[in-house]
């Protein structure tokens, strides 16, 4: 049973929208503060991997044209309800294709701890540098590894009246690799109904990530704790990259 | 929901065989070095809380000849079958009453921790003390306030292909209750079954226990960590209480 992109993540949706979308909330304070405060009231945002909108929505909500982009059909289902009226593109961070017209664009949660190559990531890169205006900024956060060593190696439950979740997750610290082993019982009608899938994370080193920027043509990387903006337990391992394209890039 | 001794331990004995009854094997170093070394090789020996029986099978396989006893008639049920042989009483330990033959008593892993009340802790020890020969020895162990702030504040789940287990510990060190709320998933002819159960410890005082020990007439009470026998993670705040009826005790 291994994660095929993106039916896994469509399995995964109404378990996410239900325990984790309200969950980047909580990166807000370090979106603000790290990439929004230099950035035009009503700029032009780019969210990707939006998952189920929560955090799409409280970036509208601030007066900024957002855009959603994520690879689920089933994500962007929840995020249609949850942000309403926000354009939302359904495609892969590695595949999609967007004019220079955004002032910032963000990719909150480890999201892209979920591409598993780095040829994959630095495409990803290319495609978000190529949307961003000159002088545009771009936000994401990634699990380090301490964060796989801490946190992927164990098992948590959930279990509510009418649905139940189990999470075994594990680190391979030779590959680079966490798999997240996710198990959902839900009742509907009276009969309770089981799906498994299982999510992969890739644990990139910081060198491969500011050759991936590098690469991409991003410049005036910086790199910050998340522990700064969150307190611990939660935070361990989780490094906040901003990076800018060029003022005088090529528009 | 709260738990009804001991309906939701026959609940909870499918998958306490499945997935616990085995770990109660690591005690085994523990008990031999502690309670079993002085003992004739053929003694009799209690399993106060005998549970699903894989440690009284173990017992009876070093040749000692052993009762097991337990509230719980679910659990016995296995311990039927895990100790082909092997006396079982279905008695709860607070209300059991047995002539003085054994050479030992033992309960193992924490089951007297699901004694929720003082004075039937106390009555537990007096029914062991009269169950005891003169220079009898009872060796228990109990969580103590570092395992209930260890370990009963999470959750952790199992999935297997026909059940899955979701825990939901906390602790309150007012009331010095442990929660464990158990949800158990069963598929049986193709349908899953949901249950919900909830299993109670009490956090003891070590000053409390020794007064209920030598209320009952026990002397020469030594304790023991668990962690000298046992690696962490998984002994932290587990103590063992070794406690002898006096040689001259009225038989």
New interface residues.
């Given amino acids: 049973m291994r994660s095929q992109y993106p039916s896994d993540y469509n399995s995964f949706a109404w378990v996410y929208n239900q325990h984790w979308g309200q969950y980047s909330q909580k990166f807000l304070p370090a979106i603000q503060d790290l990439l929004m405060r230099p950035l035009p009231d009503d700029a032009r945002i780019l969210d990707l991997c939006c998952g189920t909108g929560q955090l799409t929505r409280s970036l509208s909500g601030l007066g900024y044209r957002v855009t959603g982009l994520d690879g689920s059909a089933e994500m962007l289902r929840f995020a249609r309800q949850n942000a309403p009226g926000v354009d939302l593109i359904h495609a892969p961070a590695q595949r999609f294709h967007l004019p220079p017209a955004f002032h910032g664009a963000l990719s909150a949660f480890d999201s892209l701890n979920h591409i598993l190559d780095r040829q994959e990531l630095s495409a990803a890169f290319a495609n978000v540098y190529a949307a961003l205006l000159p002088g545009g900024r771009f936000l994401f956060d990634l699990n380090m590894e301490e964060a796989y060593n801490e946190y992927w190696d164990?098992?948590?439950?959930?279990?509510e009246d009418d649905h139940?979740?189990?999470?075994?997750s594990t680190y391979d610290s030779r590959s680079r690799l966490g798999f997240a082993?996710v198990?959902i019982?839900r009742?509907t009608s009276g009969?309770?109904?089981?799906s498994?899938l299982l999510l992969t994370q890739r644990c990139y080193l910081e060198a491969d990530i500011l050759d991936a920027l590098d690469e991409a043509g991003f410049r005036e990387v910086t790199t910050t704790p998340a522990s700064r903006y969150t307190p611990a337990p939660g935070a361990e391992g989780r490094t906040f990259f901003l990076a800018c394209k060029p003022d005088d890039a090529a528009a």
């Fill in positions: 164990g098992t948590n439950g959930i279990a139940a979740v189990i999470m075994q082993d198990t019982f009742r009969i309770w109904r089981r498994d």
